[in-house]
């Protein structure tokens, strides 16, 4: 019970973080740094419902919606924080990609955002998995285009 309350209050906390981030974005900050701790945000939701799928955290359909729900807060602000001039800079994982294919990286974060838009249908373990799995399907496309692992 003290985990769920846990998993619950830590993913309202990466909620409300990543909306702030996104905000902050149009008030001058660096763009490189947010849009890593947005993702930092977006890895902790999904780990959260990576956890509840694999059985190391019992399955909480609020604690679900809300992982669900911080993806796509992070999909609807994402995109204003990768403007011209912050290709480099605060070890940026950003591939050039993104801005000499600008229509594609907009496509896959729309595809993101609607593959994260159905919160409110998780209601058990089944419905979870088939949401979490369309998102992070796109999740991984998006990274293997767009982004440079550093070592």
């Given at each position: 019970m003290a985990s769920t309350k846990l998993l619950k209050r830590s993913l309202i906390a990466g909620t409300v973080v990543a909306f702030?981030?996104?905000?902050?974005?149009?008030?001058?900050g660096n763009?490189?740094?947010?849009?890593?701790?947005?993702?930092?945000n977006?890895?902790?939701?999904t780990g959260a419902a990576a956890g509840m799928i694999?059985?190391?955290?019992?399955?909480?359909?609020?604690?679900?919606?809300?992982?669900?729900r911080t993806m796509n807060n992070?999909?609807?602000g994402f995109g204003a924080l990768f403007p011209e001039g912050s290709e480099s800079g605060a070890?940026?994982?950003?591939?050039p990609k993104i801005w000499?294919?600008?229509?594609?990286?907009?496509k896959?974060?729309?595809?993101?955002?609607?593959?994260?838009?159905?919160?409110?249908?998780?209601?058990?373990?089944?419905?979870?998995?088939?949401?979490f799995g369309i998102a992070t399907e796109n999740c991984g496309s998006c990274h293997k285009a767009y982004r440079i692992k550093k070592n």
């Amino acid at each position: 019970m003290a985990s769920t309350k846990l998993l619950k209050r830590s993913l309202i906390a990466g909620t409300v973080v990543a909306f702030s981030l996104s905000i902050s974005a149009f008030a001058g900050g660096n763009p490189a740094v947010e849009r890593q701790a947005m993702m930092k945000n977006v890895g902790a939701a999904t780990g959260a419902a990576a956890g509840m799928i694999k059985g190391k955290i019992p399955f909480n359909a609020v604690a679900a919606q809300l992982a669900l729900r911080t993806m796509n807060n992070a999909a609807l602000g994402f995109g204003a924080l990768f403007p011209e001039g912050s290709e480099s800079g605060a070890e940026t994982e950003a591939s050039p990609k993104i801005w000499s294919d600008r229509a594609g990286f907009d496509k896959a974060i729309a595809d993101f955002s609607a593959d994260t838009a159905s919160a409110e249908t998780i209601k058990d373990l089944d419905s979870l998995k088939a949401a979490f799995g369309i998102a992070t399907e796109n999740c991984g496309s998006c990274h293997k285009a767009y982004r440079i692992k550093k070592n």
